[in-house]
C-alpha cells in the first residue's frame, strides 16, 4: 500500500529521480556550509539552509505538479508563456531592482523573480514546438531555422542587456538544439560564422566603449577632496551600463592568465577568482571534510556562484568528479527518454531542458575554476537561490513528465495496448 502511494507520487524516469534527489543533498550540505557569512548577518546560522530548505520543498511540489501534466498541456501554455516572458523583459528595465549591477529582478508581492529564467524555458519549449511541427523526413525545414532566429532576435537581446552570460547560454543551447533538431548543417555554420563576427565585434565595442574601474578607483582618491554632483543617467548610459563590469570581467581573466608571484596577488581587486583558487588548493585533492571550508568566509558568492569551488575544498577532487557526472547522467538519461518518445516535440523539449541545465552547470564549473571569465551563473539545483532554484525543478518535472508517457525500448505502444484489451 505504502509502495503503491510513493509510487503515485515519484512517477517517471527512477534515474532521474535519483539525480535529482542527489543534487537536492549534495545542495543542502554545501548551501548550509556555506552560508557563513549569510548566517552571520542574520544572527543566526541556520537560517539561510531553513530558507534554502522551503524553497527546494517549494520547488519539489511544482516539480511534482508539472509531472503530472500530460505534455501536449506544454503546448497550449506556449503563446502566454511568450507574452509573459517579452513584457517581463521590457518591464525589468523600467522597475527591475539593482542588484549586483544589474536590474534582473521584478518584486511583486514580496516575491523577487528574474524574467530571464521564465524566458529561457520559453525559449527551449517555442523551439521545440517549431522544429517539431517543421520536421520532414530529411530534417527540419529550412523555414524552421528562420522562425527561431526571429524569435531569438526579440527575446535574447532582452536578456543580453542586463545579464550577457545568460544570453550566451541559452544562444549556445539553441545551437545544439538546431543539431539535435536536424537542422540543415549549412544553415548551422552561417549562423556559426555570423555569430563569431558579431562576437568580435561585441568585445571590441565593450573594450572601447567601457571604462576601466580600477583607474577610475585610484582617480577618485587622489581628487577624493573634490565632490562632484552625481550626473543623471541617459537613455545610452542605460543601454551601456554593463560595458563597464564587462570590461572588468575580460581584463581581469586576461591577467589572471600571466604567471603572477603569490605576493603579488591583489585579494582585494581579485577576490572571488583567487580565493577560489585558494579554495581548491586547499583541497589537497581529498577534501576537507564537509563543513571545515575556510574560503567560505572570504567568498562573497560562496553559496551561489563559487559553490563549486567550495565543493571542490570539502569534498576533494572524488566529489567534485561525482557532481560533473550527475550532470551528465542527467543528459545521457534525458537522450534515452527522448529516443524512446515516439513524437517528435516531447523529445526535443526534454533534450532542450536538459541542455539548458547542463550547459549552465558545465559553465558554472568552468568559472569556479578559472577557465572561463567570472559570471553570475549559479549552479542548478544546488546553488542557493529563489526563482532559478523553483524553475530549474519545474523543467525536471517537464522532464519525468515526458519520461512518463515515452515507451520502454521494445514495449508495445499505449495504442496497441488498449487494442488488444478491447479484443480480450
Not at 550540505?29 to 520543498?57: D, M, T
Not at 529561457?120 to 527540419?140: H, P, Y
Not at 576533494?316 to 561525482?322: H, N, Q, R, S, V
Not at 577557465?371 to 551563473?377: A, C, E, F, N, R
Request: glycine residues 8%.
Amino acid at each position: 500500500m505504502l509502495n503503491k502511494k510513493l509510487g503515485n507520487i515519484f512517477k517517471g524516469d527512477k534515474v532521474i529521480w535519483m539525480v535529482f534527489f542527489f543534487l537536492c543533498i549534495i545542495s543542502v550540505i554545501e548551501v548550509f556550509s556555506a552560508s557563513s557569512q549569510l548566517g552571520y548577518k542574520n544572527g543566526s546560522y541556520f537560517s539561510p539552509v531553513i530558507k534554502h530548505l522551503g524553497i527546494l520543498l517549494m520547488g519539489i511540489c511544482c516539480m511534482i505538479v508539472t509531472l503530472n501534466i500530460k505534455c501536449k498541456f506544454f503546448k497550449i501554455i506556449t503563446p502566454f508563456l511568450l507574452i509573459v516572458s517579452v513584457a517581463t523583459l521590457v518591464l525589468v528595465k523600467f522597475v527591475g531592482e539593482d542588484i549586483n549591477g544589474g536590474s534582473r529582478w521584478i518584486a511583486i508581492f514580496g516575491f523577487t523573480f528574474q524574467p530571464s529564467e521564465i524566458a529561457k524555458g520559453t525559449i527551449v519549449l517555442a523551439c521545440a514546438q517549431i522544429f517539431s511541427a517543421m520536421q520532414t523526413e530529411n530534417g527540419a525545414d529550412r523555414k524552421a531555422f528562420k522562425y527561431v532566429l526571429w524569435l531569438c532576435a526579440i527575446i535574447i537581446p532582452l536578456i543580453m542587456l542586463e545579464n550577457l552570460s545568460t544570453a550566451g547560454l541559452l544562444f549556445l543551447v539553441v545551437v545544439l538544439m538546431m543539431f539535435v533538431c536536424r537542422v540543415p548543417i549549412s544553415q548551422i555554420g552561417r549562423l556559426l560564422g555570423v555569430t563569431a563576427a558579431a562576437g568580435i565585434l561585441g568585445i571590441a565595442l565593450i573594450m572601447l566603449v567601457g571604462k576601466d574601474k580600477s583607474a577610475d578607483m585610484g582617480n577618485n582618491k587622489m581628487t577624493e577632496q573634490i565632490v562632484v554632483a552625481p550626473s543623471q543617467p541617459t537613455a545610452l548610459s542605460k543601454i551601456f551600463h554593463r560595458f563597464d563590469t564587462w570590461k572588468s570581467r575580460i581584463e581581469k581573466f586576461n591577467d589572471s592568465k600571466k604567471d603572477v608571484a603569490p605576493k603579488d596577488v591583489d585579494l582585494d581587486k581579485d577576490a572571488q577568482p583567487a580565493h577560489a583558487n585558494i579554495a581548491i588548493a586547499s583541497s589537497n585533492g581529498v577534501g576537507v571534510g564537509p563543513g571545515n571550508s575556510v574560503e567560505r568566509d572570504f567568498l562573497s558568492q560562496a553559496f551561489s556562484d563559487f559553490i563549486y569551488a567550495i565543493i571542490i575544498e570539502e569534498m576533494g577532487f572524488p566529489g567534485a568528479l561525482f557532481v560533473a557526472l550527475l550532470y551528465i547522467i542527467l543528459l545521457v538519461r534525458t537522450g534515452v527518454i527522448a529516443g524512446r518518445c515516439e513524437n517528435n516535440f516531447p523529445a526535443f523539449l526534454a533534450m532542450g531542458l536538459a541542455l539548458l541545465l547542463v550547459t549552465q552547470a558545465l559553465f558554472n564549473m568552468c568559472v569556479a575554476v578559472g577557465i572561463v571569465p567570472v559570471t553570475g551563473q549559479p549552479l542548478p539545483l544546488i546553488s542557493k537561490g529563489g526563482t532559478s532554484t523553483i524553475i530549474n525543478c519545474v523543467y525536471i518535472g517537464v522532464i519525468l513528465s515526458i519520461s512518463r508517457s515515452a515507451k520502454k525500448k521494445g514495449a508495445p505502444s499505449k495504442e496497441a495496448l488498449e487494442q488488444s484489451a478491447v479484443l480480450a
